[in-house]
């Protein structure tokens, strides 16, 4: 599907879906606890769709009692049955296959790995030989999809390189459901995107019941995991997960606003949130944005949070290390293409290996925009003027990347001419209703 944005002024409320990082944590950590759990506002998104079909094939039941309100029964760590001949589709979510993977082999049925297009060139090798240093079969061409995993997990210690920190937030999430007297240890040499491996070690602060005195040992830096078999998830019960709003997808709606000197209210962020893509709140502070919290009322006298972000004055560039929030390069490239002098997105070359190569996309995206760039090994610098020059009927191309084509989105805002932009479906990936969140005349709660 290509949609045509048009510029406009962005204002409003929006309130902000909730985190994919979270609600696939909290879903596959429900499905292998014993017990029932019950999250409220998940996201609904293809991405969790993917992860719900794969909880759902590990065994869990999940019932959902209304679109804010998910019940999970687990299957209390494989030891009910799976059925054998299991095919997983993940569909484009890199998230859920990554955890997944880890997931299965803890069980001794063989599971089969599946996803789109994107999915089958995105290889999780360094995971995968993780995986069979812990004595898991793996078989797979490349590390990509499709890929059978089956136990047993038989522990001792492995090196595993994390360009993406899923890999390492899957081996902590499967590795202490190993056999009672398994021991896990991971040294890792390498590891991006820091706080989302805050989120997960988050939840085996509060969700794991560790079979002796600890479940894990970390190593300040997170250099080193020791980590003991035998422990279990607890269920949430009636300790009611609420999934926060999700700061990677809020990046776009407030780009929007920074481009076209709108002003827009973020509703539905926990300012103490671990998500890295907070940074690109930062960003725009830097830039010129005023950006700060303030506390609103509903029509009911609720209070809550709200992210005011707002522009009045020009745009100027700056640096910014995006290495702990990847996500944020295609928002932060956008809003860049409209400020005045360089900008510099570095210690990200991370971003390269997300659905597509994202610094080489928006390196030739930003080109149509009558935008120079340089592409750097590990980033990219936008040469802006504060304004973009796209010609008449202007084909931007979205690659089927959900976050290309709500960055270009946001950017045609601040056009002069309209944008076309292609695989704008894909926005719901991880973002339902956004093209007409931009497109309409009135935003909604």
């Given amino acids: 599907m290509n949609a045509i944005i048009k510029p406009r002024r962005f204002n409003g409320t929006v309130r902000v879906p909730a985190s994919k990082s979270h609600t696939i944590r909290q879903l596959l950590i429900a499905s292998l606890a014993e017990g029932d759990s019950v999250i409220k506002n998940p996201l609904d998104s293809l991405d969790t769709r993917s992860c719900v079909n794969a909880c759902r094939a590990f065994g869990a039941e999940i019932t959902e009692k209304s679109e804010e309100l998910w019940e999970i029964k687990g299957n209390n760590g494989f ?14 979510s890199g998230t859920t296959l990554y955890l997944a993977l880890a997931l299965a082999g803890l ?22 030989d993780a995986l069979a240093g812990l004595g898991v079969h793996v078989m797979s061409k490349n590390g990509c999809t499709p890929i059978s995993v089956k136990g047993p997990w038989k522990g001792g210690k492995v090196t595993l390189i994390c360009p993406t920190s899923q890999y390492l937030s899957a081996l902590l999430i499967a590795s202490p459901l190993a056999p009672a007297g398994t021991v ?3 040294d890792i040499p390498l590891l991006n995107e820091k706080p989302y491996i805050e989120m997960t070690l988050s939840y085996l602060k509060t969700s794991l019941v560790s079979s002796g005195k600890f479940a894990f040992k970390a190593a300040l830096d997170y250099s080193h995991f020791f980590i003991l078999g035998g422990s279990q998830w ?28 709108g002003a827009v209210r973020l509703i539905g962020l926990n300012a103490l949130d671990t998500q890295g893509d907070k940074y690109f709140f930062e960003i725009l502070k830097t830039m010129g944005c005023d950006v700060y919290w303030q506390q609103v009322s509903d029509t009911d ?23 702990n929030s990847p996500d944020i390069l295609p928002a932060a490239a956008v809003t860049a293409a409209f400020a005045k002098g360089d900008t510099y997105l570095i210690n990200v070359s991370h ?31 936008i040469h802006g003027k504060g304004a973009v020059s796209p010609l008449e009927n202007t084909i931007i191309e979205g690659h089927g990347d959900h976050r290309i084509v709500m960055a270009f989105a946001a950017a045609a805002l601040g056009c002069p001419v309209p944008l076309e932009i292609t695989t704008a479906e894909s926005a719901a990936v991880t973002y339902p209703g956004f093209l007409e969140l931009i497109t309409g005349d009135k935003l909604h709660l």
């Fill in 184 to 186: 896990t240890e991971i």
């Fill in 234 to 261: 607890k269920a949430f019960g009636d300790r009611v997960h609420s999934v926060p709003g999700d700061f990677s997808s809020a990046a776009f709606p407030a780009a929007a606003a920074a481009i076209s000197g």
């Fill in 107 to 128: 069980q001794s049925e063989e599971i089969r790995f599946i996803g789109d297009e994107q999915i089958q060139k995105r290889s999780a090798a360094p995971l995968l």
């Fill in 79 to 92: 030891k009910n049955k799976i059925k054998p001949g299991i095919e997983i589709d993940v569909g484009n």
């Fill in 301 to 323: 006298g609720k209070t809550e949070q709200a992210l005011i972000v707002s522009r009045k004055g020009d745009l100027n560039g700056g640096t910014f290390d995006l290495n």
């Fill in 351 to 381: 971003a390269r290996i997300k659905e597509t190569d994202r610094i080489a996309v928006m390196t030739q995206e930003l080109a149509k925009l009558g935008v120079s760039c340089t592409e750097l090994p590990d980033g990219i610098i």
